[in-house]
C-alpha cells in the first residue's frame, strides 16, 4: 500500500525537521498555551500530532502532564530521545488521529502546526480527527490548535510565502497551486532526510475558512469558538485574523 506523502515526509526526519523554520516558536507558542490553561499544572493535556515533542518536552518541562501522540514512529523515536536528555519521564504513544482510544481522558488538547488536521487526503478523515479529539476531551475542556487559513491564498501569493521562510537545509515547497472548489494546496515538497537522502512528494493540504472551523466545531458541541491570526512564536488573542495570516489560531470550549 502506498504511503501518504506525510506518512512519506516523517519516516526519517526527526532529527531535521527540529531546524525547520516553523518549529522555532515553541517557547512563546507554550507561552501563551500556559495563559490560556490558567497555569492549571493538575490538568492533563494531549497534544495531537506531537511531532518530536517540540510543545508536549516544553510543556512537560514547566510541569504540566503531557501525552504525546503521532502517527510517525521516526518522530517519537525522536521524541524520546529529546525527553530521556531531559530527564523526563512523558507518555509518546504511536496513535492515529482519525482512531483514539481516549474517552472523556483529557482537560485539554492542543494540535499545533496543523498536528495531523488539514493534512489529511479528505475532508472526512479531517473531521475525523476533530471528532476522536472532542471525544477524548473530559466536559468543560479546551481545544487549541492551528489551520490553514483559506482567506491568505485568497489574497496572497503562497509561492512567496515559502520563498520568505526559506531557509539553507530546510525542506522547500514549490511549484503551488490552490484549488478553489476544495481549497486545496498542492505542492512539491523537496527535503534531504535524516540519512541525508534527497526526497521529492507531492503534498496536498487543505485549507479552511474560519466560518468552516466555526460550523464544524459547533457541530461536535463546542460552545464558545474564537479565532485569531496565528504568528510564529507569538500567539495572541490581540491577533485579530487577517488575509496576510497564513495560519488561524482556534480556541474552543465544549
Known amino acids: 500500500m502506498n504511503k501518504q506523502w506525510y506518512e512519506a515526509l516523517y519516516e526519517n526526519y526527526g532529527q531535521k525537521y527540529d531546524r525547520e523554520s516553523f518549529a522555532q516558536g515553541t517557547v512563546g507558542e507554550c507561552d501563551f498555551i500556559e495563559k490560556e490553561i490558567n497555569f492549571d499544572k493538575s490538568l492533563k493535556i494531549l497534544d495531537v500530532g506531537c511531532g518530536t515533542g517540540r510543545h508536549t518536552i516544553e510543556l512537560s518541562k514547566r510541569g504540566y502532564n503531557v501525552t504525546g501522540i503521532d502517527l510517525s514512529e521516526a518522530q517519537l523515536k525522536r521524541a524520546k530521545e529529546k525527553a530521556a536528555e531531559n530527564n523526563l519521564s512523558i507518555d509518546f504513544q504511536r496513535q492515529d488521529a482519525r482512531n483514539l482510544p481516549f474517552n472523556n481522558e483529557f482537560d485539554v488538547v492542543i494540535m499545533m502546526c496543523e498536528g495531523g488536521f488539514s493534512l489529511m487526503e479528505t475532508d472526512e478523515m479531517n ?115 487577517t488575509t496576510k495570516d497564513f495560519e488561524m489560531l482556534v480556541i474552543a470550549k465544549t
Not at 514549490?174 to 515538497?189: A, G, P, Q, Y
Not at 457541530?219 to 507569538?234: C, D, K, M, V
Open 127 to 241: 473531521f475525523e480527527i476533530l471528532k476522536n479529539v472532542t471525544k477524548s476531551l473530559k466536559p468543560d475542556a479546551k481545544i487549541i490548535f492551528n489551520a490553514l487559513n483559506a482567506l491568505f491564498p485568497l489574497y496572497q501569493s503562497v509561492d512567496e510565502f515559502y520563498a520568505s521562510t526559506m531557509e539553507e537545509g530546510n525542506s522547500q515547497c514549490k511549484n503551488t497551486s490552490f484549488d478553489l472548489m476544495t481549497f486545496r494546496e498542492k505542492s512539491i515538497v523537496e527535503f534531504e532526510d535524516d540519512d541525508g537522502n534527497k526526497k521529492t512528494l507531492n503534498s496536498n493540504e487543505r485549507y479552511y475558512a474560519p466560518c468552516e472551523i466555526t460550523w464544524l466545531l459547533k457541530s461536535l458541541g463546542y460552545n464558545t469558538i474564537e479565532i485569531f491570526g496565528a504568528r510564529l512564536g507569538e500567539f495572541s488573542r490581540e491577533h485579530k485574523l
